[in-house]
């Protein structure tokens, strides 16, 4: 995936129900415009299956998390989403600092 990239999965449907809820089948399936996935940069070096990638510069690393979002947006549009949800993308694991994330989303 490219750096500032975002993969666009159009049409998906969700059938399963999450973790809390042991994925049990839903009655009815759940259709969503799209769903979209952004690579976002791993700062964490305890995490052995995926190799640091966060720009050492803060600049940099700001400027590219905010293409990333833009990515996610106009992905979105692209798809003639009406709702984004957006979790707390690459903040839990990956130790994205969530300030920079929370002002990508507001740029955009």
């Given at each position: 995936m490219p750096?500032?990239?975002c993969v666009v999965s159009p049409n998906v449907e969700i059938?399963?129900?999450g973790t809390f809820r042991g994925?049990?089948?839903l009655e009815k399936p759940?259709?969503?415009?799209?769903?979209l996935s952004v690579a976002m940069f791993n700062r964490n070096p305890g995490v052995a299956d995926s190799p640091l990638d966060c720009p050492e510069d803060p600049a940099v690393y700001v400027k590219q998390t905010q293409g990333k979002l833009e990515s996610m947006v106009l992905g979105a549009f692209d798809l003639g989403a009406e709702v984004l949800v957006v979790p707390d993308v690459g903040c839990g694991i990956f130790q994205n600092d969530p300030l920079?994330?929370?002002i990508g989303r507001?740029?955009?």
């Open positions: 750096p500032l990239g059938f399963r129900e994925y049990c089948c759940v259709c969503l415009c799209g769903v920079v994330v929370e507001a740029h955009v």
